[in-house]
């Protein structure tokens, strides 16, 4: 017996592709940790200052031993059912070409290389396949720079986050649709940063500065220190990522963007599998 992914119909195109399929449980999975993550990154923002919680700097660290844990059930739950070998391949490959572009800005003067793959990745095939190109492409970077540390759940999240976030952009072609992923690679770009500087601020600064989290402070306290040390650290960094995804995104985007739709038409990931008899010949 023989498998064939019959091609699409004559004259018809696809509008979306779907590498992964969310499926009711996986899509809570991603909810599910999702909501977790906006906790981890923004505990010292959200959580009431009259809890015992509030006035404890280990939190990150908890969070630092429960990110990994969550980000394996939800990929375990994502890629059950959801991801066929065609799939594995296309992630396997965007994630190593994403891994080896990430040291070549290494993040210096916010140059990140990376997640303009991610976004054009998640735009071309789906939200689901985002969600996971994200997370693999940032750990398999952290292993060949050595980057592995409690930061590394988190920049998981955040950059799966990035790849969700542009397979779930509104449907355009052509020019709109290179402005709108800039766009969206500039705000998701300075999203990152931001998100990233939540998880570190609260034991980075040390007690008794201007700049420091105060456990237990009222939240608009604690908000300003956060805005005005990310002003004086970070700020430029993340500004450089934003132009950086939008000069990527404008320069490559239109022959990735083809090239991708092109390997997600030969593969069919959404085509129905039919088996027939195999010929033989006498």
């Known amino acids: 017996m023989t498998a064939l992914a019959p091609a699409p119909a004559p004259g018809r195109r696809r509008e979306r592709t779907r590498a992964v399929r ?3 449980r996986s899509t809570l999975a991603i909810v599910a940790v999702s ?9 010292p923002l959200i ?20 990110m ?17 070998v065609k799939a594995i391949a296309m992630l396997g490959v965007l994630s190593a070409v994403g891994a080896a572009l990430r040291p070549v800005g290494a993040g210096t003067a916010g140059l990140e290389t990376v997640f303009f793959l991610l976004i054009l990745g998640g735009r071309v095939f ?10 693999t492409t940032l750990f398999a970077s952290a292993l060949i720079t050595g980057g592995v540390g409690p930061w590394l759940p988190f920049q998981m999240l955040g950059a799966a986050w990035v790849g969700l976030g542009a397979g779930l952009l509104p449907p355009l072609r052509g020019r709109a649709e290179i402005a709108l992923l800039a766009a969206y690679g500039a705000v998701s770009g300075l999203l990152y940063g931001i998100a990233l500087n939540l998880m570190f601020w609260p034991f980075t600064t ?13 939240v608009l306290e604690n908000l300003h220190r956060f805005v005005v040390f990310s002003f004086a650290t970070s700020l430029g960094w993340d500004i450089g990522r934003a132009v950086t995804n939008i000069a990527l995104v ?33």
């Open 22 to 24: 969310l499926r009711p």
């Open 35 to 43: 909501l977790a993550g906006v906790v981890a990154f923004g505990w």
């Open 47 to 66: 959580v009431d200052p009259g809890t015992a919680f509030a006035h404890s700097t280990d939190a990150p660290l908890l969070f630092s031993l429960l």
């Open 68 to 84: 990994p844990l969550l980000l394996a059930v939800v990929l375990a739950e994502v890629s059950e059912g959801g991801l066929d």
């Open 126 to 135: 789906g939200a689901g396949f985002g969600f996971v190109l994200g997370a």
């Open 206 to 218: 040390g007690p008794g500065g201007g700049l420091s989290f105060v456990a237990g402070a009222p």
């Open 250 to 282: 404008g320069l490559t985007g239109s022959v990735v963007l083809r090239t991708l739709r092109r390997a997600a038409r030969k593969a069919a990931f959404e085509a129905p599998v039919e088996f027939v008899p195999a010929t033989t010949r006498d």
